[in-house]
């Protein structure tokens, strides 16, 4: 079975890996740009072939990236399909593509994943746990919560993940009580710790809703929007030294967590990959450079100034944010395997 869920983990990155470069493969197509090889891997090549349109298709031997290889993206050309010639507009968009893909396929599958729900959970409080710190701080059975401090909560799913975050410290919750909105500061939530980082954890069952297609599409809307939240706000909390580095996770430690998941069964697998997804697709949005997110922010430049950054110049930022991006992964593979071993 080990065997099997490491196939599923390689089977997951190659399957992500793909789209995002499909992204930039399609749209660099859509607009007349030379590809001479669209690669899924890195290392040597294990499977190549070149298509009627020129392109070599190739597979390669390390399922951790892969690329696109467009003529003038690296260098200046004088074909007038290099990407270099493209408007900015369309290499904007072209780069963007990726990590848009990315989010696209984890809202695919999460959709998916909310039609197999019988019933979903609303904020509407339906019982408390004994000696509930909630109940003590004024809460009762019908509040419908609205929000955990300053952030609106539609579904449960929300609403425990605004706990979790937060109520690990006190916060204020806004109800909805019949006609009227109170708010009730600095309420106390349980806490629990794992990994050595402490989380709010609620202490009342909230009244489940039917499954309805309205239903299902507001779960699955906000279920989206507070995954991409969720990866935004853990790129925060580490920064801010909220979690530490033995919080963060490259390949192998990813390979861990789907294998996790994979025995927990098909929804929490398929979950799994929605989030990786979309980690994928925000992760690539940073401005940093070797990122799409870097090449973004150098294109907003020169849209606004008008001005391209001489080649030699953008790829030596390029290649600087390569080396310290793979500087940090093999750190952080390196502390992945230490993991493994304790």
């Not at 706000?233 to 580490?238: A, I, K, V, Y």
Request: net charge positive.
């Amino acid at each position: 079975m080990v065997v099997l869920y490491i196939l599923i983990a390689i089977f997951t990155f190659g399957f992500l890996i793909f789209i995002h470069e499909l992204g930039h493969f399609l749209f660099a197509k859509k607009f007349g740009v030379a590809i001479t090889e669209f690669s899924i891997g890195m290392g040597p090549k294990i499977f190549s072939k070149k298509g009627k349109d020129g392109v070599d298709y190739s597979l390669r031997a390390f399922p951790i990236g892969g690329f696109v290889a467009m003529v003038g993206e690296e260098e200046e050309s004088d074909n007038p399909n290099a990407f270099n010639k493209k408007p900015a507009w369309q290499r904007f968009i072209i780069v963007i593509a990726g990590a848009v893909m990315n989010l696209i396929v984890g809202i695919i599958i999460i959709t998916i994943l909310m039609t197999t729900h019988s019933e979903f959970g609303s904020t509407t409080v339906s019982r408390f746990a004994e000696g509930a710190k909630t109940e003590q701080a004024g809460l009762q059975i019908g509040d419908e919560i609205i929000k955990i401090n300053s952030s609106r909560v539609h579904t449960s799913s929300e609403l425990g993940y605004e706990i979790m975050r937060n109520g690990y410290k006190p916060v204020s919750i806004t109800v909805k009580r019949g006609s009227e909105k109170i708010v009730f500061y600095d309420v106390q939530f349980p806490q629990v710790t794992s990994q050595g980082i402490v989380f709010g954890a609620p202490d009342f069952s909230v009244l489940p809703e039917n499954k309805t297609f309205s239903t299902v599409v507001k779960n699955a809307f906000f279920t989206c929007k507070s995954t991409v939240k969720m990866i935004w706000e853990s790129l925060f909390d580490l920064i801010s030294g909220r979690y530490g580095v033995e919080q963060v996770s490259g390949p192998i430690g990813v390979t861990g967590a789907i294998t996790d998941a994979a025995k927990t069964g098909p929804y929490s697998l398929f979950y799994m990959i929605a989030v990786i997804a979309m980690n994928l697709g925000v992760f690539n949005l940073l401005p940093i450079p070797a990122l799409d997110g870097g090449s973004l922010l150098l294109l907003l430049v020169e849209m606004i100034t008008k001005k391209k950054l001489p080649p030699r110049v953008e790829g030596a930022i390029k290649g600087a944010g390569f080396a310290v991006l793979m500087l940090i992964a093999l750190l952080v593979s390196a502390k992945d395997i230490i993991y493994l071993f304790k």
